[in-house]
């Protein structure tokens, strides 16, 4: 810590209210932050923004040197591996001094681009982003004869998108604009184009609407509204491009619909009807659906029904459920399909070819990955009629790569690795995998990095992240940003605990609705297993997460104030109670799956027991950096912006409580790859300053 005294924090005015459910009184001071018009609430926001600059000032110089060390090792001016889709060869570079890629094409055979072919400009974030102190491309697709590009954008980061409609052959934008929309497909006829649309108040996709390219919006015709307020829509198309795929999905269940894409204008067919606790998605081949669907376990199996009876009495097991493997997808080619699983923890892609043109199929190979802990998913793959196969690899040391795997021979062949200029040596890190033992003996697999000529037992400085919710399996991915604190000394391990699904289905539902606090026990059991086999120093320990990893992180300080030097918290979710008893607010309604639903009291009263806002306690808590943004669609900025002015009520001691609001963006922060940097910067130079590291 610097020996400067800190300035003055701001102190939010509080007005009482209080809101009484199953007996229980729930008061809050702090519920006028949530009016956004009010000047109160800018001024407060801003006066924390200049508080916290004021704590940092004495670092200005170390985030500038972190930000240029960051900046070191991206190579700014680069090209992305192209991939072919119709009659060209698509890819996006970037250009040093430029905040956004530049999405562009070529024209080609079937073997590579032609190198003399004059590249096309598709979409220019740069030039699009221009004025915009916020700006983001949501969903995009091209009509199958190349000319008509669908896009949509977001320039304010509350990921409300508008939809617009390119002629790629004039350079033109077509007059007319759609808001709110999310999924944008076109049918065989390069001419009709599908896309979905949220409601007004809870960004929900509720309606699915059909656009003849050319006409005006006002003739787009409703094709399907789904008024269930736990599903959201979202529309694709199989891989063959036969069938335009309509899926409704809630946190639990999904519904998928199918219109042949060559008749648009033709109604939607059911594959099987939603049903509680079902989920299943559906591919095309030769006049079969392929379902994966776990009807008969959480982990999922594969299986196969008749294009004109898609329903459940007529399907037939091609994969079956394993209680020791999770059948994340599948990806379905001509001859042969992926199926990408979870094993372990880790990710399997394993070959099935087809028998011949019917459904049967066998396992053929699977893919080797050289490394204990790694992260490999299908990559960029749109052709159906193929005999290659596309994927990502990646480990907490080895920098993204394409391959392209060859089904006949079994030979994988490097694309492309990601360059890290500015003298990274690969061999200088080295990656592990442990397990800690939680409180109830299950086993939390832990992923480990560190510089082996810097590491010293039991005295590095540990950084320890997790999120933990959702079934979302925590990646074990490459970082350039990440040698900053690497080549210091700090050893960085990412926890993957239980209501992430990082050991498939059941590995969520171990920590979500009413297990949720076995999150949060995890996470202190990783910490602690950490600590005692060495990694780190148990006194200079730092911890991070983000949104419901957020919630982790005010979870578990409530608990153990002690075993942490300092925290950063992205956009945490941290007033549980008031935003699940506000059904007006977006994806409430939803997240009934995920946490309960506080109006049945045995929901209520376990969420009370961990909310972060409610748990809040006078004692010394560690050094604490809060991160939201104004414009955030999914964590309110009123959830960390309460939970800061309540809690600087309530701390004792000196460490720092910072709250910095982007006052320009959304849930993922800054959108200009260079002001992301320097979001970064601010965050290292915070944890080094409190793990004792000067420079």
Not at 245 to 261: F, I, K, M, P
Request: charged share 25%; hydrophobic share 35%; proline share 6%.
């Amino acid at each position: 810590m610097d020996s400067n005294p800190l300035p003055t924090p701001p102190i939010a005015p509080k007005r009482h209210t209080e809101t009484t459910l199953h007996g229980v009184r729930l008061a809050d001071d702090y519920a006028w932050l949530r009016d956004k018009e009010n000047p109160e609430t800018a001024a407060y926001l801003e006066a924390e923004n200049a508080y916290s600059e004021a704590v940092m000032a004495p670092l200005a110089g170390l985030r500038e040197q972190l930000y240029n060390e960051m900046l070191s090792h991206i190579k700014q001016t680069d090209v992305s591996v192209p991939f072919r889709d119709g009659a060209y060869w698509y890819y996006a570079r970037t250009e040093e001094g430029l905040q956004y890629p530049i999405q562009c094409r070529k024209p080609g055979t079937a073997a590579a681009p032609h190198s003399d072919a004059p590249e096309q400009v598709i979409l220019d974030g740069n030039v699009l982003a221009d004025k915009f102190p916020f700006f983001a491309v949501g969903d995009t697709d091209i009509s199958d004869d190349g000319r008509w590009l669908a896009y949509t954008t977001d320039t304010k980061g509350f990921r409300q998108y508008t939809l617009r409609v390119k002629d790629l052959e004039s350079g033109q934008t077509l007059q007319g604009e759609v808001e709110r929309v999310g999924s944008v497909v076109w049918a065989a006829d390069n001419c009709t184009l599908f896309y979905t649309v949220e409601d007004e108040q809870q960004k929900r996709q509720h309606q699915f609407w059909r656009h003849v390219c050319g006409r005006p919006h006002a003739e787009d015709v409703l094709v399907f509204q789904d008024d269930d307020e736990r599903f959201n829509l979202a529309a694709g198309r199989t891989r063959d491009g036969k069938y335009i795929v309509l899926v409704s999905a809630s946190h639990t269940t999904t519904e998928c619909q199918v219109l042949a894409a060559d008749q648009p204008a033709s109604r939607l067919l059911l594959i099987t009807p939603r049903e509680n606790e079902h989920e299943y998605a559906v591919d095309h081949r030769n006049g079969q659906w392929f379902i994966r669907t776990n009807d008969r376990g959480r982990n999922f199996r594969l299986v196969t029904a008749p294009l004109a009876t898609p329903g459940r009495e007529h399907w037939t097991e091609l994969i079956a459920h394993r209680d020791e493997v999770m059948l994340e997808d599948v990806d379905l080619f001509s001859g042969f399909f992926i199926a990408c699983e979870r094993e372990d923890g880790l990710p399997r892609l394993r070959l099935w070819s087809f028998v011949g043109d019917g459904p049967e199929a066998a396992p053929a190979a699977e893919i080797a990955f050289p490394e204990p802990a790694y992260s490999a998913h299908p990559h960029i793959n749109r052709v159906f009629d193929t005999t290659t196969f596309r994927y990502g690899y990646q480990s907490l040391v080895t920098p993204a790569s394409v391959y392209e795997y060859d089904v006949k021979s079994g030979a994988s062949t490097l694309l492309k690795q990601l360059e890290v200029p500015g003298g990274f040596d690969r061999a200088l890190y080295a990656s592990e995998r442990v397990h800690a033992t939680a409180a109830d003996g299950a086993q939390i697999p832990v992923s480990i990095v560190y510089r082996r000529d810097v590491r010293a037992p039991g005295r590095n400085p540990l950084y320890v992240y997790a999120y933990g919710s959702y079934g979302y399996s925590l990646p074990i991915s490459f970082s350039s940003n990440r040698l900053s604190l690497l080549d210091r000394g700090v050893v960085m391990a990412y926890a993957h605990i239980r209501g992430g699904g990082d050991l498939g289905k059941p590995w969520h539902d171990a920590g979500k609705m009413l297990l949720k606090r076995n999150t949060f026990t995890d996470f202190i059991s990783a910490v602690e297993h950490l600590t005692a086999g060495g990694y780190g120093d148990a006194r200079r320990v730092a911890i991070e997460g983000g949104s419901a990893g957020g919630l982790l992180m005010g979870a578990v300080v409530n608990m153990r104030h002690d075993l942490f030097r300092a925290v950063v918290s992205h956009v945490p979710f941290v007033d549980v109670m008031n935003t699940m008893l506000d059904a007006s607010l977006p994806l409430t309604v939803p997240e009934y799956e995920e946490w309960g639903d506080p109006k049945d009291e045995k929901y209520f009263r376990y969420m009370l027991s961990y909310s972060p806002y409610e748990n809040l306690k006078p004692g010394a808590y560690p050094a604490m950096l809060v991160k939201t943004s104004l414009h955030d669609s999914q964590v309110m900025y009123w959830e960390p912006a309460k939970y800061v002015a309540r809690l600087r009520t309530l701390k004792t001691g000196s460490n720092p409580l910072l709250l910095v609001t982007n006052m320009q963006a959304g849930h993922g922060g800054a959108s200009g790859r260079y002001d992301y940097l320097k979001e970064i910067a601010l965050d290292y130079a915070f944890l080094l300053r409190e793990l004792g590291i000067s420079g």
